[in-house]
């Protein structure tokens, strides 16, 4: 199984980018996709899921600003990330899980594409 991440860069506040995951050797629609990002000298952080049958989960911290979706027929997941804030800098991972229930803990994920680096400044 491999995950592959991309998309981050460098954005100005209030910007937008999208993060798209691909996966090999996986299907997302089977189980739970998330967003993780860890900043600097902090933990790693779940941002958002999205369920198999497409229900969606957002962190408070991005809850309105971030969108999660999945495209089946590309087996790719994306966030769209809107009105970006200095805060939101990290290196943003995906990951899948073959629990049948939406969950941002880290360990409960089994799978993990390497990282990509969203940068937020003027």
């Known amino acids: 199984v491999q995950l592959q991440a991309s998309g981050g860069g460098l954005v100005q506040p209030g910007g937008s980018l999208r993060l798209s995951c691909v996966a090999s050797?996986?299907?997302?629609?089977?189980?739970?996709t998330g967003w993780f990002r860890q900043a600097p000298g902090k933990e790693r952080e779940g941002i958002s899921c999205?369920?198999?049958?497409?229900?969606?989960y957002y962190a408070d911290s991005v809850k309105g600003r971030f969108s999660i979706s999945r495209d089946n027929a590309k087996n790719t997941v994306y966030l769209q990330m809107n009105s970006l804030k200095p805060e939101d800098k990290a290196v943003y991972y995906c990951?899948?899980?073959?629990?049948?229930?939406?969950?941002?803990?880290?360990?409960?994920?089994?799978?993990w594409g390497q990282g990509t680096l969203v940068t937020v400044s003027s």
């Open positions: 990951a899948a899980s073959q629990k049948w229930y939406p969950t941002f803990n880290s360990a409960e994920y089994d799978y």
């Open positions: 050797g996986f299907t997302f629609g089977d189980a739970a």
């Open positions: 999205i369920m198999w049958d497409g229900r969606t």
